[in-house]
């Protein structure tokens, strides 16, 4: 069966810095540019109930406005409290100018 990648983006859409809402399969996630690379993770913070889509992104991470935890954006691992558990990323691939994820395989290394 193919796995359900799907079109969440045009390449260059995104400058560095920017986050944007994305829903394939119905999940809510957000497609992060870290200096230049792109990152899909979970939208919702794994402390509270609480969305990362109005953190900044730094050296390859994404700040919570809420508590000030930072998830690494490759890992989905926190790196400051109070978050103690991990976001999920979600594979990501840039195909003729157009960015796909598949939501269906969601990881945190
Ligand atoms: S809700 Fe994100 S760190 Fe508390």
Redo the contacts with the bound molecule.
Sequence with gaps: MKAPWEKVAEDGELAPGQVKRITPGGRRLLLCNADGKLYAVDEM??????S?FL?CIQEGKIK??????YFDLETGQ?TVE??SEPICTYPLRVSDGEVWVNPDQPGSN
């Design positions: 913070c794994s402390h509270e109930d609480y990362l953190g919570c406005s809420l508590h000030g935890s926190p109070p978050a």
